[in-house]
């Protein structure tokens, strides 16, 4: 069994997220981020919650992201959009703490948006 199959969602999402980061994760956290750098956190935040997504349960979830020209990133299931983020969504997250938070609760809220039924989406949790 590996490590990360002992981890539960939150840690597995943070996991994602530092691996999203690479070398840049230290710098995530800083309380003055370039835009360029709260774009990466962005970028990084949402492919880490579909990277989960679809590992879990090898569950292939379709989910895709359309960058904007806003600087805003659209989430869509299929041709449905699920939501739309944009650096205000990443910007307070000041430590591993809130990113674990926030990447469970928007995880819970896509499980729940891309037609999961609930015994799929407990089990997926577990």
Not at 16 to 41: A, R, T, V
């Amino acid at each position: 069994m590996t490590l990360t199959n002992q981890l539960n969602p939150r840690e597995k999402l943070i996991v994602n997220f530092k691996s999203k980061c690479g070398p840049d994760y230290q710098k995530i956290f800083l309380s003055k981020l370039s835009e360029d750098l709260l774009l990466l956190k962005l970028n990084c935040y949402l492919n880490s919650l579909i990277l989960q997504i679809n590992n879990s349960s090898n569950y292939d979830s379709n989910l895709k992201l359309i960058y904007n020209k806003d600087n805003s990133i659209s989430m869509f299931s299929d041709i449905t959009l699920l939501n739309t983020y944009t650096i205000e969504n990443v910007v307070n997250i000041q430590n591993e703490n809130q990113l674990g938070l926030s990447l469970f609760i928007d995880w819970g809220y896509l499980l729940n948006n891309i037609d999961k039924s609930k015994k799929e989406q407990l089990v997926l949790a577990l």
